[in-house]
Nanobody, 119 residues
Framework: QVQLVDSGGGLVQPGGSLRLSCVAS????????VSWDRQAPGKGLEWVLD????????FYADSVKGRFTASRDNAKNTLSLQMNNLQPEDTALYFC????????????WGQGIQVTVSS
């Protein structure tokens, strides 16, 4: 019932930048906190950030703080992630999610966006 369109990934050199976007439909996007999370090859899912409903508060993992910036456009049902000064350890499959208040529950959508940082 819900659809997400993911874009913006690719291959970049260390120090480069990418902007990822998820476009959501099928749920009330503006009612939910949202999240970016990532999974490096052979690793478990790593939390990256949570963003509140009106784009006024963001909680970042220490590993990305100062380099990554999340934003949302509720009118366009779009969640974005600006990634600057990318490093090889940022190589991962990135996922966007909506966060439901139950315990809370992270609901991941889409196939993920591949980001590869390499020379």
């Amino acid at each position: 019932q819900v659809q997400l369109v993911d874009s913006g990934g690719g291959l970049v050199q260390p120090g480069g930048s990418l902007r990822l976007s998820c476009v959501a439909s099928g749920f009330t996007f503006s009612s939910d906190w949202v999240s970016w999370d990532r999974q490096a090859p052979g690793k478990g899912l790593e939390w990256v950030l949570d963003l509140n409903t009106d784009d006024t508060r963001t909680f970042y993992a220490d590993s990305v703080k100062g380099r990554f910036t999340a934003s949302r456009d509720n009118a366009k049902n779009t969640l974005s992630l600006q990634m600057n000064n990318l490093q090889p350890e940022d190589t991962a499959l990135y996922f966007c999610a909506r966060i439901l208040p139950a315990w809370p529950l992270y609901l991941y959508w889409g196939q993920g966006i591949q980001v590869t940082v390499s020379s």
